[in-house]
């Protein structure tokens, strides 16, 4: 198990170094963060964006009102080495190639809550997102990234920054991942995020 203390660190720091570490763990191997406070913003992050992250195994305790300490777990069938797009099943080169025409998914089939990885591995990251009338997700960056929010269905007020850009069913909403963003249903929701990474100038 690798313990890391990031609370000495500067904020903006923080998650480049979690992330950092992530990447070294083995699969089915733990990383355990002790933070000042709850690291949900980063769980959120890391369900959206790694899929060798084992969003389900994640645990959160408090021991103190400045520490938190959580467990983010590496799947354990990730053996890719970091490297995502790796697919252990001979049946599915087709699908996880990237000189394959296309790649299909049913929206309705995925699987997760509130998150979901249409395409694991493959760019853009496109994420189902379903929210609950009133749930939110706690505010969050996506670092090096555009985004693109569809609505599918339902209606969400998606926070930029602290500013509220309401989005309804059939509107998308385009923001660079700088922003500090924070989705919150009006009702039930569900969501299609893109998560494209920028070219670098």
Request: no cysteine.
């Amino acid at each position: 198990m690798t313990e890391l203390d990031v609370r000495e660190l500067p904020p903006s720091e923080r998650h480049g170094r979690i992330h950092d570490a992530f990447a070294e763990l083995a699969p089915g191997e733990t990383l355990t963060i002790v933070n000042d406070h709850d690291p949900k913003p980063l769980y959120h992050e890391m369900a959206a964006e790694l899929p060798a992250f084992d969003a389900d195994g994640y645990a959160v305790t408090r021991e103190g009102p400045s520490k938190f300490i959580a467990e983010l777990p590496k799947a354990a069938g990730d053996e890719s080495g970091g490297d995502d797009s790796v697919d252990d099943d001979p049946s599915g080169d087709a699908a996880n190639d990237d000189s394959a025409p296309a790649d299909r998914a049913r929206v309705a089939d995925l699987d997760g809550e509130p998150h979901a990885d249409a395409f694991p591995g493959k760019e853009p990251k496109t994420i189902r997102l379903s929210l609950a009338a009133g749930e939110r997700v706690p505010e969050h960056e996506h670092p090096d990234r555009t985004v693109l929010f569809h609505v599918l269905e339902g209606a969400v007020d998606v926070a930029l920054d602290g500013d509220s850009h309401p989005v309804e069913a059939g509107e998308i909403l385009r923001f660079e991942g700088e922003s500090a963003v924070e989705p919150t249903a009006r009702e039930d929701s569900v969501a299609l995020v893109v998560l494209a990474p920028r070219a670098e100038a």
